[in-house]
């Protein structure tokens, strides 16, 4: 599937048991996108886009990315 931060090739990896969407992308690495977080993050210019994935790498100390409503909200 398309990266929805970058629009390149990216992998889906979400698993079954978990809530929103898992993604592997060459540029990006590794992230979670949150459900209700997906439709804004479309919506935001490529800009937005990067800014919402840098602020979800550095809220996230332990484990994987989440891009979540807040990262999706204006700064
Ligand atoms: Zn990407």
Redesign the pocket.
Known sequence: MQ??????E?QNRTPATLPGIV?A?????EYRIAGAAYEHLAKLSSDRRALA?DHAKRASKHGLPMIDLAAVSPL
């Open positions: 990266c929805p931060v970058c629009s390149a990216a993604l992308c060459g540029s990006c690495g994935l």
